[in-house]
């Protein structure tokens, strides 16, 4: 990761600490990511079946994980199960729930006294580890 991606990230977590005055409680911050992650689910439907600006192909199995698939395969396949574009709106609401979970992640990080960098950087050293078998 580059310093440049280190900076905002630190200084992210330190905006979050130094204007935080109503999450200091990590049941009240635990409590406030559920809410955050599932208004991101909400508007993610919403997208697709109030606004129709994006289309959800459910139907394909390919993408959950079966023994039988050679996983190399997928990759060779169609990755859009998404069609459409998000339009403005939409996008605006997304990105807006995804700034949320961030914020609140980045509280609970605060708690702990945990850097959001570092676990960035082990999520990413698990990633080139496990490659194609990082399926939880
Ligand atoms: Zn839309």
Do not use: W
Request: contains cysteine; charged residues 25%; aromatic residues 8%.
């Amino acid at each position: 990761m580059s310093n440049l991606n280190h900076t905002i990230t630190e200084k992210f977590q330190c905006t979050v600490k130094e204007n935080d005055y109503f999450n200091k409680n990590i049941l009240d911050q635990l409590a406030k990511l559920q809410e955050v992650a599932a208004k991101l689910n909400k508007n993610i439907i919403r997208a697709c079946t109030y606004c129709g600006c994006i289309e959800i192909n459910a139907n394909n199995k390919l993408y959950s994980y079966n023994e039988d698939i050679n996983l190399d395969m997928i990759k060779l396949l169609d990755p859009h199960h998404i069609s459409g574009e998000l339009c403005e709106d939409c996008k605006d609401r997304i990105e807006k729930d995804l700034g949320s979970c961030l914020y609140y992640l980045a509280c609970i990080s605060n708690s702990f006294d945990l850097k959001l960098n570092d676990v960035l950087l082990k999520e990413i050293d698990k990633i080139n580890l496990l490659g194609k078998f990082n399926i939880e």
